[in-house]
């Protein structure tokens, strides 16, 4: 679980060095990089309700205004802690309402882990800076959701998917980012 926190700082870092003009900027996710930072908010905020107990429909109506304001950083720190705490906070067997129906809550983790640290990589790209993530969080989130990459995939969240293409000495942030269809 302590994983939840460093992937959630790594996230935090990479809005915290984004250029002011960078907002705008398309990001590989499809939205710009203020839209794909509101996605991470309401994501880390979602998944708190939906920890806590608070039904999908519930929970969606709840986070259904603009979820960043004039501080994106506080919003995005506010909501990781808040996520952080619903996830130490619960059993990793629990059953929570994943994107598919009800999963165990250490497969919502992975999702969660996937969405932070791919989607910091999308706005380093979108605002042209160093890619290079924090090494030991992407090994830590690689480790953790490796072993169960058809399971993730089967969510039909993560674009394209693995491209098969990859030599075997890539590194870990290049196997994790394209396992879930980003093509560094």
């Known amino acids: 679980m302590e994983l939840i926190r460093a992937a959630s700082a790594e996230f935090e870092r990479v809005v915290r060095q984004l250029p002011a003009d960078s907002s705008e900027q398309p990001t590989p996710s499809g939205i710009s990089a203020?839209?794909?930072?509101?996605?991470?908010v309401v994501g880390n905020r979602f998944t708190a309700l939906l920890l806590a107990g608070v039904g999908r429909g519930e929970a969606r109506a709840m986070l259904a205004a603009k979820q960043v304001g004039d501080d994106p950083v506080a919003d995005v720190s506010e909501s990781a802690q808040r996520q952080a705490q619903a996830f130490f906070a619960t059993s990793p067997g629990q059953q929570v309402a994943g994107p598919n129906g009800n999963v165990p809550v250490a497969a919502y983790l992975r999702f969660r882990l996937v969405d932070l640290v791919v989607h910091a990589w999308d706005l380093l790209r979108a605002a042209r800076l160093d890619e290079t993530l924090d090494p030991?969080?992407?090994?830590?989130?690689?480790?953790?959701?490796?072993p169960h990459l058809d399971e993730m995939l089967s969510f039909g969240a993560y674009g394209a998917g693995p491209s098969g293409t990859l030599p075997a000495d890539a590194?870990?942030?290049?196997?994790?980012l394209d396992s879930f269809g980003r093509r560094p």
């Open 171 to 176: 590194s870990p942030q290049i196997r994790l």
């Open 34 to 40: 203020r839209e794909l930072i509101e996605h991470v």
């Open 136 to 146: 030991q969080t992407v090994l830590g989130v690689l480790n953790t959701v490796e």
